[in-house]
Each structure stands twice: as structure tokens, then as C-alpha cells.
């Protein structure tokens, strides 16, 4: 089957629960870290361009206090979807998206479903690289 789709069937045991939890711990403090390291970088005084780095700094540096929720959401899916194999590049960017998705009505943020897409993918590459017998779905 198709590694787009699929992961190797009890591949949560494979990557374990607290692999899976740790990385996402990481992932869900990473834009926060960023953020700050854009907020020395800018200064909204300077044109356009300043302000939008502030922006983007200000938006980063906020999403934990939001993303928490999603990420409380999509990591019960993403243990079930690695028990039962299905766990593969599509899976994943689903989860995130629909995690992201339900969140941004409740915050009123437009890109959360994005955001959650690409955290969950981030999640899929991360946990790929460093358990990649969970992934292998085999022939």
C-alpha cells in the first residue's frame, strides 16, 4: 500500500508514547521560540517591511497559546492512525488540517487549518526520521 496513506500496522509501539509526545511538545513551543527570535529582528517603525516581521513575529510568538488545544486534539488521532497503520503523508496533513481547522472557529484565525497541516506534517517527518520502522508499510 501506498506510504502516502499507510504506516507500518502498531506503529505506535514502534515510535512510543513518549516520542510522540516529547516531539509534539517540541513542535508545539517551536513557533513560539521563533517568534521571539523574529521580534529582535523587528522593528515595526521601519516601513512596511518591519511592520509585516513584527506581525509574523507577534503571530508566532501567540500560537502556543492557542495551538495547545489542537495539538490536544490531533495527538489521540495520530496514536489511534499509528496503532492501526494508517498514519502515511495524507493521514496526517488530514488530521492536522481538521484539528487546526475546528480551533480557528473558536479563535477566529483563518490559517489555523493550515497551520495545523503543516505541524502534523512536520510531526509525520520528524517521527519518519527517527522511527522509520513505523512508517515502513511493508508490501
Do not use: C, K, N
Request: charged share 5%.
Amino acid at each position: 500500500m501506498s506510504r502516502h496513506l499507510r504506516s507500518a500496522p502498531g506503529g505506535l509501539a514502534l515510535v512510543g508514547r513518549v516520542r510522540l509526545v516529547l516531539t509534539a511538545t517540541v513542535l508545539w513551543l517551536a513557533p513560539g521560540a521563533v517568534g521571539a527570535a523574529l521580534f529582535a529582528l523587528a522593528d515595526p517603525g521601519a516601513g512596511e517591511g518591519g511592520y509585516r516581521l513584527w506581525q509574523i513575529a507577534s503571530a508566532l510568538g501567540v500560537s502556543p497559546l492557542f495551538s495547545w488545544a489542537g495539538w490536544l486534539m490531533a495527538l489521540p488521532l495520530t496514536a489511534l492512525a499509528l496503532h492501526v497503520g494508517w498514519f502515511g503523508w495524507l493521514p496526517a496533513a488530514l488530521i492536522g488540517a481538521f484539528a487546526g481547522w475546528l480551533i480557528g472557529l473558536y479563535a477566529a484565525a483563518d490559517y489555523a487549518g493550515a497551520f495545523g497541516m503543516v505541524m502534523l506534517l512536520a510531526l509525520r517527518a520528524i517521527l519518519g526520521a527517527t522511527a522509520p520502522a513505523a512508517f515502513d508499510p511493508g508490501s
